[in-house]
């Protein structure tokens, strides 16, 4: 079995295959303050529920935007395996044509999702990762990774706004049933709801419009844990939350030969 492991800032998410099958998959939080073997014994405990063994694990793939969690997951696959985890970094094929300037520095998270929205669809592709950082990238029908945009989630919004402030609470983001709050609580609701939900399709409407797309010639995906809070009535938007997982069997299954 291949055990996929994509650490992002808010969570991390894991997937379990059994050859082409993604047999299982779940998440955990991000924790630069867990231990090694913390995190490995919360992964053992998952996998025990789900019925898989780690002996039944025969290589780990891992891709990662918190490089202090690293060594962790190195001594982990260590423990697993005996060997170190495949990481998806500088050399590794990803089969994606990636046309920014300094494609080194393009995150893996982001890379990994366009691989596998990529192979999946022929259409120009727009990926929304609405997590705690919001990305938003463009990939065109040509499976071009054109590059795109970065901007804070929901979560560093309003953590941001109650920071700045004396007497803002935290309140629950969620989709109001009208535009103006009536009391202060509901007024952060809807500034942070519909501040982020206007940014994020305005950024959608100039991709479109810059590039000359259409509705009928483009697939915009979302992920992350806010991606529910971006339904649109101008928009068709299809949710995948394991699209990181999926992009990483891709690129396993590319390079695995290498590997061994």
Known sequence: ????????????????????????KF??????NRSTEEIKLTIKLILMDKKVDLSDISDIILSSVVPELNSSYDIISKDILGKGPMVISAGVKTGLNIKCESPREVGTDRIIRA??????????????????????????????????????????????????????PLVEIKKPEDIIGKNTEKAIQRGIYFGYRKAVLGIVDEIIKTYSLNKNNTKILTTGAMAGLLENEIYAMEEDQALGILGLKIIYDLNKNKAS
């Not at 291949?2 to 299982?24: Q, S, W």
């Not at 990926?127 to 040509?142: F, L, P, Q």
């Open 1 to 24: 079995m291949l055990l996929a492991i994509d650490i992002n800032n808010k969570n991390t998410n894991f997937g379990i295959f059994e050859d082409e099958r993604l047999v299982t």
């Open 115 to 168: 691989v596998a929205a990529s192979q999946r669809y022929r259409e120009n592709i727009i990926i929304i990762s609405a997590s705690s950082v919001t990305t938003i990238d463009y990939i065109n029908a040509k499976k071009e990774f054109m590059g795109g945009l970065i901007l804070p989630g929901i979560s560093l919004l309003q953590d941001s706004l109650v920071r700045g402030s004396a007497k803002l």
């Open 27 to 32: 998440s955990i939080m991000t924790d630069k």
